[in-house]
């Protein structure tokens, strides 16, 4: 059984940068598709990024690309989501989410989930 626990939320200005982290425990880390999700008030949850067991495959959502970068470090359990240049509409609950031998992709079957951290951006 994979635990997920999220840091690095907080409040940032429009513009800004955030990085978050999220460090696995449980199981083979480095067995594992990562990805981040995120839901905003009164919206669907939606898919951020992912990045592959390997580590050789990253994926986006078309609305964060170019600003967000996902990586993993294998020794330390932990992957991160690089978040620049933030907008308003980034505001939201951000979920770290893990898949057995997984490609990282949105449809991935994402079985872990973590408890979500607080994104909020001021305009």
């Known amino acids: 059984q994979v635990q997920l626990v999220e840091s690095g939320g907080g409040l940032v200005q429009a513009g800004g940068s955030l990085r978050l982290s999220c460090a696995a425990s449980?199981?083979?880390?480095?067995?594992?598709?990562m990805g981040w999700f995120r839901q905003a008030p009164g919206k669907e949850r939606e898919f951020v990024g992912g990045?592959?067991?390997?580590?050789?495959?990253?994926y986006y959502a078309d609305s964060v690309k170019a600003r967000f970068t996902i990586s993993r470090d294998n020794a330390k359990n932990t992957v991160y989501l690089q978040m620049n240049s933030l907008k308003a509409e980034d505001t939201a609950v951000y979920y770290c989410?893990?898949?057995?031998?997984?490609?990282?992709?949105?449809?991935?079957?994402?079985?872990?989930w973590g408890q979500g951290t607080q994104v909020t951006v001021s305009s």
């Open positions: 990045i592959s067991w390997s580590g050789g495959n990253t």
């Open positions: 449980g199981g083979t880390f480095s067995s594992y598709a």
């Open positions: 989410v893990a898949a057995w031998r997984g490609l990282g992709g949105p449809n991935e079957r994402y079985n872990y």
